[in-house]
């Protein structure tokens, strides 16, 4: 069974921290490993990453896959306190025929407060 | 790019009533559909995907149902609701040609059963 264990499952850190968000997985046929940010609202997507030890970047976060330990991290630097979300990693697995399928972790809950 | 619309935003239902969730798709042709359900405490579950027109592959086994009439039309069902059916229910479609293996989600719908 395909098993994605995000952590620490919630973080709570004051403006201006940095923070850095865990992400295993154990699955069948992986092709990629996508992150997003979920607010009151439906996820919205940040990265996917294919290829182990290189980092993608976006402002202040930024992402690496280490392929050997089937693992990724998160990083956000100088939090904000619109950074506040649930953060969600996601392997992406072949099913066949050119479809693939997102397997989800239960997310890191991060607040961040003034 | 494409746009996906989900609706109703909320609904209320009785236990026992029955079920209509509709998604529609802009900007794309011929998407690869899915339908998720995020419940209280639990991560994102895929729930059905579609890969064509009738077609459809269930996850996992329930009292709900997936129907693709048109090409960009996606709806969940069910007969009987259950308490246990609540949740965030979320339509996702695949990435176009440069994103494949990306994502990417409707607005979702929050189901509430009493």
């Known amino acids: 069974e395909d098993k994605v264990v995000q952590s620490p499952l919630s973080l709570v850190v004051h403006e201006g921290d940095t923070v850095t968000l865990n992400c295993s997985y154990e699955?069948?046929?992986?092709?990629?490993l996508l992150w997003y940010k979920q607010e009151k609202k439906a996820p919205t997507f940040l990265f996917m990453l294919?290829?182990?030890?290189i980092e993608k970047k976006s402002g202040r976060l930024s992402s690496i896959l280490d392929k050997k330990e089937l693992s990724s991290i998160l990083n956000i630097t100088a939090t904000q306190t619109g950074d506040s979300a649930i953060y969600l990693c996601?392997?992406?697995?072949?099913?066949?025929?050119?479809?693939?399928?997102?397997?989800f972790g239960k997310g890191t809950k991060l607040s961040v407060i003034p | 790019s494409q746009t996906i619309h989900q609706w109703p935003a909320t609904l209320v239902q009785p236990v026992g009533s029955p079920l209509s969730l509709e998604c529609t798709v802009e900007?794309?042709?011929?998407?690869?559909l899915y339908w998720y359900r995020q419940a209280a405490g639990r991560g994102l579950q895929l729930l059905f995907y579609?890969?064509?027109?009738?077609?459809i592959s269930s996850e996992v086994p329930q009292n709900l149902s997936a129907s693709r009439p048109q090409d960009r039309q996606f709806i969940l069902s069910s007969k009987k609701l259950l308490l246990s059916d609540s949740g965030f229910y979320l339509c996702?479609?695949?990435?176009?040609?440069?994103?494949?293996?990306?994502?990417?989600f409707g607005p979702g719908t929050r189901l509430l059963v009493l």
């Open positions: 699955v069948t046929n992986f092709r990629s």
């Open positions: 996702a479609v695949r990435g176009g040609l440069l994103a494949q293996e990306t994502q990417y």
């Open positions: 900007g794309t042709s011929n998407p690869n």
């Open positions: 294919t290829s182990s030890g």
């Open positions: 579609s890969v064509g027109i009738g077609q």
């Open positions: 996601a392997p992406n697995l072949y099913s066949g025929a050119g479809s693939y399928q997102l397997t």
